[in-house]
């Protein structure tokens, strides 16, 4: 399913204060509109609607991002339709519509609303009013209204893409929001829960409050992932093992499709689990020739260099090799050193141990040799 976002960011917004409309204002070393475009980033297609005026500054702010820029009207819908109609050339299943002066959005609002658009046409977060509610006239209370059912209505706003096309087509008049062009269109909007966080800048002071949720955030958005993996060699005719990229002398050896290092391999297969990339047979199948006898560095390699292409950093690697024989202790600092060339990482975070099975099992018996491995990559 495809997913688009409309930025909307074509208001002047100068109750906020300032020398520029608020989409443009530097908070937490970053322009309002730079930080709501960054959320949406990773969606299929972004368009950020924007005033006619402010074409070159909004190119400077989405510098380095595939984001299109579209002139948007003198009202909100007439904006949103223009983002809308800047789609329609190839179509996405859904839409996400946000006010740009919402740049401190948790992601996790945005996936509630594509969540509920998988059983209802529209969805929007919202929060309910807890607060007493008054009704009042020149500086003073004159009733009270019931707060039941009352919500604090956010963004982003969710929507089958071609039903909220054709209602904003079909509405003629101005909107406080899309649920209610969706609503005068008459689909069913279901209401998400919303979060704090997600504050609209209006007001000057609102600025500092948007800069302390920004930083918290980024103080909280570090991806860390672990892996694990598992993998088995049986012993055949021979004089060495390879182990974690160094040879042993044995009276056997590991038989495989490559040189069967089966820690290296577990350890490559935990990489490869972190990222949910599947295991080795996935990127190097045992059918293809080419890897006979192929050393189990390039396999390794390769799970790590797709690791930092994603943006993730090795922080550490623990394997734990199965069996009797060979001794593994003599050989574990070689082993580190060599796995840590391998992956970039210091030996001190490499760590190589080993354990018998106590003479049971397959291990036990020196038919081969087991290993098990963990993996954890940061992505900062």
Not at 101 to 128: I, K, N, Q
Request: proline share 5%.
């Amino acid at each position: 399913m495809k997913t688009a976002a409309i930025i909307v960011a074509a208001g002047r917004g100068r109750r906020a204060g300032g020398p520029a409309p608020k989409q443009w204002q530097t908070i937490a070393g970053k322009p309002v509109a730079r930080w709501t475009l960054e959320a949406f980033s990773d969606l299929d297609r972004l368009v950020m609607v924007i005033h006619p005026d402010d074409e070159e500054i909004a190119r400077e702010v989405a510098s380095g991002l595939d984001v299109t820029l579209v002139h948007g009207a003198s009202e909100r819908a007439g904006s949103v339709r223009n983002g809308l109609e800047a789609l329609a050339d190839a179509s996405p299943d859904t839409v996400l519509i946000h006010d740009v002066a919402r740049p401190c959005l948790p992601w996790s609002v945005a996936e509630s609303v594509l969540t509920a658009l998988e059983t209802h046409p529209g969805a929007a977060p919202a929060l309910a009013v807890t607060d007493a509610l008054w009704t009042g006239a020149d500086g003073q209370v004159t009733g009270t209204q019931d707060r039941t059912g009352i919500y604090r209505a956010q963004t982003p706003q969710g929507f089958r893409f071609v039903d909220i096309l054709n209602a904003h087509r079909a509405h003629k008049s101005s909107a406080a929001d899309d649920v209610e062009v969706a609503r005068g269109a008459g689909l069913q909007v279901a209401i998400v829960q919303g979060s704090a966080q997600n504050l609209k800048i209006t007001n000057p002071g609102d600025f500092d409050r948007a800069a302390e949720i920004l930083a918290k955030q980024e103080r909280s958005t570090v991806d860390i992932r672990l892996g694990n993996g598992f993998d088995v060699h049986a012993f055949e005719e021979g004089d060495h093992v390879i182990l974690c990229g160094v040879k042993i002398p044995h009276n056997k050896a590991l038989k495989g499709h490559s040189d069967a290092d089966v820690g290296m391999h577990a350890v490559t297969d935990a990489i490869y689990g972190a990222l949910a990339e599947g295991d080795i047979g996935r990127h190097f199948p045992p059918s293809d020739p080419q890897w006979k006898g192929a050393a189990s560095e390039i396999f390794l390699k390769h799970a790590v260099d797709l690791a930092r292409e994603r943006g993730f950093e090795m922080s550490n690697v623990d394997c734990t090799l199965i069996c009797e024989r060979p001794k593994v202790g003599p050989h574990a600092a070689a082993m580190m050193d060599e796995m840590g060339r391998i992956m970039g990482l210091s030996p001190d975070r490499v760590s190589i141990k080993a354990t018998t099975s106590e003479q049971l099992g397959f291990t036990g018996r020196e038919e081969g040799i087991a290993a098990i491995a963990t993996a954890t990559l940061v992505k900062p």
